[in-house]
């Protein structure tokens, strides 16, 4: 049976405003779906957790708009646009290229799917 959270990003269940991020959640049957906005000039080693070595979360995102470069710890590195779909492991540095803010929509819960199914940066 099809089943319409009915769910906006326009009203979401929580929200909050970080350093340069703002960050949009939705609760929907007990999944987590989130939307975060980076303001050009973020990035991960300077306003989320300064001082840490690299990310420790996975993220399985689909870019909205803008560009976002990651750079994992092994060296790898690429930049993700918009209309990408991503999956990017533990062990990583992000940040936005350029003047337009990144907006993505991270679907938590779903990571295990995703190795199988989209692009990784690894």
Not at 76 to 104: C, K, L, N, S, Y
Request: one cysteine or more; a negative charge.
């Amino acid at each position: 049976m099809f089943n319409r959270s009915g769910e906006k990003f326009s009203k979401p269940d929580e929200f909050e405003t970080l350093d340069h991020v703002r960050v949009f959640t939705l609760n929907v049957r007990g999944a987590a779906v989130r939307k975060r906005v980076f303001e050009p000039g973020w990035k991960w080693s300077k306003h989320t957790k300064p001082g840490a070595k690299s990310c420790d979360a996975t993220h399985f995102n689909y870019h909205v708009s803008g560009v976002m470069h990651v750079k994992m710890d092994d060296g790898t590195e690429d930049d993700v646009e918009a209309g990408e779909v991503v999956w990017i492991p533990p062990g990583h540095d992000a940040w936005v290229v350029g003047t337009e803010p990144v907006e993505v929509v991270d679907i938590q819960g779903m990571v295990d799917a995703a190795r199988m199914n989209t692009k990784s940066i690894r």
